[in-house]
């Protein structure tokens, strides 16, 4: 009888342990989507055991409603289940979700991830221009001026109404030629040093050569003023008389 008592208790026990483990699970559910555990980045796939279009729809519109409430990391979620849900051919639907994702990261400040999403959008849909144009705000955030270029000429091709589109392609324009002029002097300022340190084993140095822009191409070429070497000669050897 004691054995039957104690076998009864670990029945008990373990139907216990069964509920707990049914109510982790059930935790772990996010929305109405049920997954294999509880947590997720947004761009990570995660198996759904269910697809359902209707669902998707249905968390898209509660993502919006969250989103005009300025909760943008609950809507993130939403439009999150709603990808979940949706089929992996509805390319239209999955377009918008993915847009309406990264308007919220851009909301939050999170402009790499508004390039991700917005680029997933894209590739769903490649005359999205809502998508091209918040990729371009992203890029142009995170001072990727060709890339924000690029998306924003494309948001002109597909919209020529877009004034404002038009006029960021005129500003991004000088941003990007801002940027490769002070990265060209950055490194023509690395190669003077570098050049500096091995000619001046020869008692040389770049002062003596002269770089010439040409306006119509950009391009440099190099002339030595061989003036500037006798008088850089001159005062070295100057400067070891005194000495």
Do not use: W
Not at 15 to 37: F, P, V
Not at 100 to 119: K, S, Y
Not at 154 to 172: G, I, M, N, Q
Request: charge should be negative; aromatic fraction near 6%; include cysteine.
């Amino acid at each position: 009888q004691q054995q039957q008592q104690q076998q009864q208790q670990q029945q008990e026990a373990d139907e216990a342990e069964d509920g707990q483990e049914a109510a982790a699970e059930e935790e772990a559910t996010i929305g109405d989507a049920t997954y294999e555990d509880g947590e997720r980045h947004p761009h990570e796939q995660i198996e759904v055991l269910e697809v359902n279009p209707a669902k998707a729809l249905a968390a898209k519109q509660r993502g919006n409603e969250l989103y005009g409430l300025k909760k943008y990391d609950e809507a993130i979620d939403c439009y999150t289940d709603a990808l979940d849900y949706s089929p992996e051919d509805d390319l239209a639907n999955r377009a918008v979700f993915h847009a309406n994702r990264a308007a919220c990261f851009m909301m939050l400040g999170d402009h790499e991830a508004v390039v991700e999403d917005c680029t997933m959008a894209i590739e769903c849909n490649e005359e999205y221009v809502k998508a091209f144009r918040r990729r371009a705000r992203a890029y142009e955030e995170l001072e990727k001026f060709a890339e924000a270029l690029a998306d924003t000429k494309r948001v002109v091709e597909l919209d020529p109404s877009d004034r404002a589109a038009k006029a960021a392609v005129e500003r991004l324009t000088v941003a990007l030629q801002k940027q490769t002029e002070k990265q060209k002097e950055e490194m023509l300022g690395k190669l003077k040093d570098l050049g500096n340190s091995l000619l001046g084993k020869f008692g040389m140095s770049l002062d003596q050569f002269q770089a010439v822009k040409d306006p119509k191409t950009g391009s440099y070429s190099i002339s030595f003023n061989n003036g500037a070497a006798n008088n850089g000669a001159a005062a070295q050897q100057q400067q070891q008389q005194q000495q």
